[in-house]
């Protein structure tokens, strides 16, 4: 079990109490031990209103793994348009801290900044899974930003769309990986991680847009920007997630006020009521010239182990949220050991990378799904 930690970070304030009404899917979950990675807890039907392809829609717990190993219950979403065989993981960008945030409901209300990315891949006949992560609209606290947790996460919603009674998906259909922002990080930690955690789940490529891929600069790019929500909560995600680590004695009682409102709303909520603080009015001190914040923060870092799908990298030059140059790093890491890895570097911002660089990559995924050998890489 998580530590108590003091009262500016408890679990009270991290991961906010499911909505009255919540569907048993939210329910805590039976008990893990004798369960394996991907196994569907429960599911039920879902709705999918005004989706291309008249697909039906499950709401889902299933199995999959923390980071440090421990067996943990996630939500998710399975879409599925008639006659789909090919399933493509959409790994969601931020949404927030408290459990009405989480994707697979805010799918059921129209809200959600992935539903472009939903329906161009149901409009081209795949099915798709998406995670709500660790600690989104499950008990405990959301582990934002951690990426082998998040990885796990997307990998499993793989192997449980593929197992999801009614479905109808096969075992010979592809798949595929889509994210952007902390999608982009969630995706790359995907394709890293599944040569050894899911050699069941070949990938047939992963696009990551606008990849976090550097947690310290991450932090540092939201000070005093409508992003400092986003980057504080790469420090509430790591606190979550290391009983190591422990952020309240770090925090001024400012930081003590805001951990509490970004712990308990959404992500466009930060952006409409926090009033874009610096990370040295909230912090009595820089978590990440310590020890054990920089050996996690090391340890999520995406770059040390080549993936075995071809990838896509793709970054906006003017990008000040998420700064290029750690996804420049992830590249010449990948590439050093031998990835097949495409690079794209546009002449936008966040959002402009998102819109242009995501129609392109659902490009380069459509090849990548009807078994056209990837393109050669852009390394070197």
Do not use: K
Not at 79 to 88: E, K, N, S, T
């Amino acid at each position: 079990m998580r530590r108590a930690s003091a009262a500016a970070v408890s679990a009270a304030v991290l991961a906010a109490a499911p909505a009255s009404g919540a569907s048993p899917v939210s329910a805590p979950p039976p008990d893990l031990a004798a369960t394996v990675p991907g196994e569907i807890l429960r599911a039920e039907p879902a709705s999918a209103r005004l989706l291309p392809g008249s697909p039906r829609a499950w709401r889902l717990l299933y199995r999959s793994t923390s980071a440090d190993g421990s067996p943990i219950a996630v939500s998710g979403s399975v879409i599925v348009p008639p006659g789909a065989r090919h399933v493509l993981a959409i790994a969601p960008s931020t949404q927030g801290f408290a459990d009405r945030c989480a994707p697979s409901r805010r799918l059921q209300d129209l809200t959600l900044t992935e539903l472009p990315m939903i329906a161009a891949a149901t409009a081209r006949g795949w099915a798709v899974a998406m995670t709500d992560y660790e600690g989104l609209g499950t008990p405990g606290q959301h582990t934002m930003f951690v990426g082998r947790s998040e990885g796990h996460a997307v990998l499993d919603a793989l192997r449980a769309a593929r197992a999801l009674p009614g479905s109808g998906l096969t075992e010979g259909g592809r798949s595929g990986v889509l994210g952007y922002s902390q999608g982009g990080a969630a995706a790359a930690w995907t394709a890293q991680l599944q040569p050894t955690y899911a050699p069941d789940v070949p990938l047939a490529g992963v696009a990551a847009g606008g990849t976090i891929a550097d947690l310290p600069a991450f932090l540092a790019a939201g000070s005093g920007t409508w992003g400092a929500g986003a980057g504080f909560g790469t420090l509430l995600g790591l606190d979550a997630a290391y009983d190591d680590l422990d952020l309240a004695p770090l925090l001024t009682p400012r930081g003590e006020s805001f951990a509490r409102t970004v712990g308990s709303r959404c992500a466009l909520e930060w952006i409409a009521t926090l009033n874009y603080p610096r990370a040295s009015a909230l912090l009595a001190s820089d978590p990440f010239v310590r020890p054990a914040w920089a050996r996690r923060a090391h340890e999520n870092t995406p770059g040390d182990t080549a993936p075995a799908a071809p990838v896509l990298l793709y970054h906006g030059r003017g990008d000040r949220s998420v700064p290029i140059a750690g996804a420049e790093r992830l590249r010449a890491a990948w590439c050093t050991r031998g990835a097949t890895v495409r690079w794209r570097a546009m002449a936008t911002d966040h959002a402009g990378a998102l819109v242009n660089g995501t129609t392109s990559a659902l490009s380069w995924l459509g090849s990548r799904m009807s078994g056209t050998q990837p393109e050669p890489g852009t390394c070197g």
